[in-house]
């Protein structure tokens, strides 16, 4: 079946440093599915941060950005600076193309910004 | 905007109990789902329902009913608890296909 692959279970960065977080999927469908980057900050629920429909595309919210890369079947997230109140865990998702409503998630990456 | 609420967002119970987890969102959206997450993992489909009165199995449906009484409502019952079972799981619901999902708190589960 199809799934997601987060290879970092934590990343620490300092602050104003870049960031890559690194997300890999596989899919059985034929079609290219939409693919979504969750975020939950501290205290909250899971929510949305970016989702990109098209591959090739770029997705980009709150200063991050993922490219949709079929070739590599790739969708990391990137910053190029970050910030303490960007710590939170990071889900990379992968809708299912076949039945439509499924969401295969990633096992998330927890980001800690260090001052 | 509209909001997801789950209750109880803390429930202890005894092994072998049934236990009921309830759902309801203001979206108006037809879709709502049930994950399961274990701590520091990822989330985990149990059932979805396409539309009220639907019902379809995750991957880890076995030892979960689920019922869609109304649009709004979505309520997972876990049949049978296990001891040392400690999960949060997660309410969502989306307008259909592949549309970004609203998650809601959670209910964190302990099984005595």
């Not at chain 1, 602050?15 to 939950?40: D, G, Q």
């Not at chain 1, 629920?45 to 070739?71: P, W």
């Not at chain 1, 970050?82 to 409503?101: F, I, K, M, N, R």
């Not at chain 2, 009220?52 to 979960?64: I, P, T, V, W």
């Given at each position: 079946?199809?799934?997601?692959?987060?290879?970092?279970?934590?990343?620490?960065?300092s602050?104003?440093?870049?960031?890559?977080?690194?997300?890999?999927?596989?899919?059985?469908?034929?079609?290219?599915?939409?693919?979504?980057?969750?975020?939950?900050y501290?205290?909250e629920?899971?929510?949305?941060?970016?989702?990109?429909?098209?591959?090739?595309?770029?997705?980009?919210?709150?200063?991050?950005?993922?490219?949709?890369?079929?070739?590599?079947?790739?969708f990391?997230?990137?910053?190029?600076?970050?910030?303490?109140?960007?710590?939170?865990?990071?889900?990379?998702?992968?809708?299912?193309?076949?039945?439509?409503?499924?969401?295969?998630?990633?096992?998330?990456?927890?980001?800690?910004?260090?001052? | 905007?509209?909001?997801?609420?789950?209750?109880?967002?803390?429930?202890?119970?005894?092994?072998?109990?049934?236990?009921?987890?309830?759902?309801?969102?203001?979206?108006?959206?037809?879709?709502?789902?049930?994950?399961r997450?274990d701590?520091?993992?990822?989330?985990?489909?149990?059932?979805?329902s396409?539309t009220?009165?639907?019902?379809?199995?995750?991957?880890?449906?076995?030892?979960?009913d689920?019922?869609?009484?109304?649009?709004?409502?979505?309520?997972?019952t876990v049949?049978?608890?296990?001891?040392?079972?400690?999960?949060?799981?997660?309410?969502?619901?989306?307008?259909?296909?592949?549309?970004?999902?609203?998650?809601?708190?959670?209910?964190?589960?302990?099984?005595?």
């Open positions: 079946g199809d799934s997601v692959t987060q290879t970092e279970g934590q990343v620490t960065v602050e104003s440093k870049s960031l890559i977080i690194n997300c890999t999927y596989s899919t059985t469908s034929i079609a290219y599915p939409n693919l979504f980057w969750y975020v939950r501290p205290g629920g899971l929510q949305l941060l970016l989702k990109v429909i098209t591959a090739g595309q770029k997705g980009s919210s709150r200063g991050f950005e993922a490219t949709y890369n079929k070739e590599t079947t790739s990391h997230l990137q910053k190029a600076s970050v910030q303490e109140s960007d710590s939170a865990v990071y889900y990379c998702a992968l809708g299912d193309e076949t039945g439509g409503y499924k969401v295969v998630f990633g096992s998330g990456t927890r980001l800690l910004v260090s001052p | 905007g509209g909001i997801i609420t789950q209750t109880p967002k803390f429930l202890i119970g005894q092994e072998g109990q049934k236990l009921t987890l309830k759902c309801q969102q203001n979206f108006n959206h037809d879709t709502m789902y049930w994950y997450q701590s520091g993992k990822g989330l985990r489909l149990i059932y979805y396409i009220e009165n639907d019902l379809q199995k995750g991957d880890l449906s076995e030892g979960y689920a019922s869609r009484e109304k649009k709004s409502s979505f309520s997972l049949t049978s608890a296990q001891k040392n079972e400690m999960a949060v799981f997660l309410c969502a619901s989306n307008g259909g296909r592949q549309d970004t999902q609203y998650f809601g708190p959670g209910t964190r589960l302990l099984v005595l």
